[in-house]
């Protein structure tokens, strides 16, 4: 297998994650790649006897799944559940995150609202001082979505993020659409000061689904770099 520098780290990251990983347990399985990376070291130990059931944060993780073997069933015949794995585009020393990229942002909110842990996964390119610099997704109804992105700007703008750009997400010369078949807009707040106050004020946003920041939901960052792979918990940090 000839995994470039970056998939290497992610791998490394994932392999760690198995760590957290019991008999018995009842799973949350990310999206994006690195999340994917983890269904490709969690196949094998399934394949040889690991008893878990999982269920996915998308379809492209479903059907990722089912292709390596790994049994699934719905978030409500399984919940509440034991762990979620998961990557993210951003995150910080305080386990807040920014995640979205993948378009699967909502289901994975849900999964990891169910779970008692979440392992975030991640390369040390992910790991930032501060939120923001990654433009945060925004996922919306479609009905009136335009209006929608401007109650997004103008909200914004009196919590001190005058000029935001709200850009709404295109594949193949149309709007994205999630699994949920919303539309999401990327937010580049560029610097997030307060990420539980903005949380909040988009949420409140009539049309706004759910967004990108995750706040108070993972329980351990596994980084990995060229050095090692460390793992940052909420009280202390252990390295390997």
């Known amino acids: 297998m000839n995994l470039s520098p970056q998939d290497t780290l ?49 379809e492209r993780t479903a059907e990722k799944a089912r292709i390596l073997g790994i049994p699934l069933t719905s978030l409500d015949q399984l919940a509440p559940l034991d762990l979620t794995i998961d990557g993210a585009d951003e995150a910080d020393r305080n386990l807040n995150l920014i995640k979205g990229a993948g378009g699967a942002l909502l289901r994975e909110k849900l999964v990891a609202s169910s779970s008692t842990q979440m392992v975030v996964i991640a390369d040390g390119s992910k790991l930032v001082r501060r939120l923001g610099k990654f433009p945060l997704p925004v996922e919306v109804v479609e009905f009136g979505h335009g209006t929608t992105a401007r109650r997004i700007m103008s909200v914004s703008a009196a919590l001190g993020y005058p000029g935001l750009a709200a850009t709404l997400r295109m594949k193949d010369g149309a709007p994205f659409r999630t699994d949920g078949g919303n539309v999401i807009y990327d937010c580049a707040f560029k610097a997030i000061k307060n990420a539980v106050k903005l949380g909040k004020a988009l949420s409140d946003i009539p049309g706004v689904v759910d967004h990108g920041l995750f706040v108070g939901l993972a329980t351990a960052l596994v980084i990995a770099r060229k050095k090692g792979v460390e793992v940052i918990e909420r009280k202390h940090t252990i390295r390997k």
């Open 10 to 58: 992610k791998r490394a990251a994932a392999i760690r994650a198995l760590d957290f990983v019991l008999d018995g347990m009842k799973l949350g399985l990310g999206t994006g790649s690195t999340a994917e990376a983890f269904l490709e070291v969690l196949a094998p130990r399934v394949k040889g006897g690991l008893n878990i059931t999982a269920v996915a944060t998308s």
